[in-house]
């Protein structure tokens, strides 16, 4: 079976055993590094990344492709059309080395640079909300542990996914910070930017994140929660590498 295969939403049902391989948690919200550190740490370990948020931000784009929301109104969603669609869906991973990012591959189209904006951002946390769209992609993220090492980036990975995993880590950051680097990320690719429009919505996902009654964003009580804001990336991977050998994972 390919990694591809693994993070198939086709996935059958059959019930998880206790056998698995190991997992780091990178827990915390959008902006604060995670993407960036798990990436490496799959990469040296050999290990497969599973990047939690994409799911919800593939799940956004296609229910807002689908006409299940609007990018202008709150009004709910229909849960059961957007189970549905969420089922539907055939979603894998590749790591990339040329671009020291993950591939995103829905239904056999690439669809990275569309999910990873910040409209696409906010569907996701809108649909996020929805215990059965969690639930329906909750083993579907747990299986990809019983093949292989795992490094699984996300919110709740920790607190709700894999609340047994090695290692726990919360990356965090500053609203301002975060809103900075996206600003920063745009303007490199060449793409217009408005700072207080991108901190505003990162200001609401988190509202949204950290109080939803179900899985809400917050570090697992045995995790190591670090704050990025003044923190580059190279010393943020070294305190979490280190963190990691102290847990018992080899490099």
């Given at each position: 079976?390919?990694?591809?295969?693994?993070?198939?939403?086709?996935?059958?049902?059959?019930?998880?055993?206790?056998?698995?391989?190991?997992?780091?948690?990178?827990?915390?919200?959008?902006?604060?590094?995670?993407?960036?550190?798990?990436?490496?740490?799959a990469?040296?370990l050999?290990?497969?990344?599973?990047?939690?948020?994409?799911?919800?931000?593939?799940?956004?784009?296609?229910?807002?492709e689908?006409?299940?929301?609007?990018?202008?109104?709150?009004?709910?969603?229909d849960e059961?059309a957007?189970?549905?669609l969420?089922q539907?869906?055939?979603?894998?991973?590749?790591?990339?080395?040329?671009?020291?990012?993950v591939d995103?591959?829905?239904?056999?189209?690439?669809?990275?640079?569309?999910?990873?904006?910040?409209?696409?951002?906010?569907?996701?946390?809108?649909?996020?909300?929805?215990?059965?769209?969690?639930?329906?992609?909750l083993?579907?993220?747990?299986n990809?542990?019983?093949?292989c090492?795992?490094?699984?980036?996300?919110?709740?990975?920790?607190?709700?996914?894999?609340?047994?995993?090695?290692?726990?880590?919360?990356?965090?950051?500053?609203?301002?910070?975060?809103?900075?680097?996206?600003?920063?990320?745009?303007e490199?690719?060449?793409?217009?930017?408005?700072?207080?429009?991108?901190?505003?919505?990162?200001?609401?996902?988190?509202?949204?994140d950290?109080?939803?009654?179900?899985?809400?964003?917050?570090?697992?009580?045995?995790?190591?929660?670090l704050?990025?804001?003044?923190?580059?990336?190279?010393?943020?991977?070294?305190?979490?590498?280190?963190?990691?050998?102290?847990q018992?994972?080899?490099?």
């Open positions: 079976m390919t990694k591809s295969e693994l993070l198939s939403s086709s996935t059958d049902n059959e019930s998880l055993t206790t056998a698995r391989y190991p997992v780091i948690c990178i827990d915390g919200p959008s902006g604060a590094g995670k993407g960036t550190v798990a990436w490496r740490l990469q040296s050999g290990y497969q990344l599973l990047d939690s948020g994409a799911l919800y931000r593939i799940v956004g784009l296609k229910a807002f689908a006409g299940l929301l609007t990018a202008n109104s709150e009004e709910v969603i059961a957007l189970l549905k969420t539907s869906l055939n979603i894998s991973f590749e790591l990339n080395d040329d671009s020291g990012r995103i591959i829905v239904n056999g189209e690439r669809v990275g640079e569309q999910v990873r904006n910040e409209t696409v951002g906010g569907y996701a946390s809108r649909v996020a909300v929805f215990a059965e769209v969690r639930q329906s992609l083993e579907l993220q747990q990809m542990a019983k093949y090492g795992l490094v699984a980036d996300g919110r709740d990975m920790g607190t709700v996914v894999f609340p047994d995993a090695e290692v726990k880590v919360f990356l965090t950051a500053s609203a301002e910070a975060r809103a900075e680097r996206r600003v920063n990320q745009l490199k690719s060449g793409q217009a930017a408005d700072y207080q429009a991108i901190l505003q919505t990162i200001k609401a996902r988190d509202e949204r950290e109080n939803r009654s179900t899985a809400p964003s917050k570090p697992a009580s045995d995790a190591l929660v704050d990025s804001s003044a923190l580059g990336a190279d010393v943020v991977y070294e305190q979490i590498k280190s963190y990691c050998q102290q018992g994972i080899c490099f």
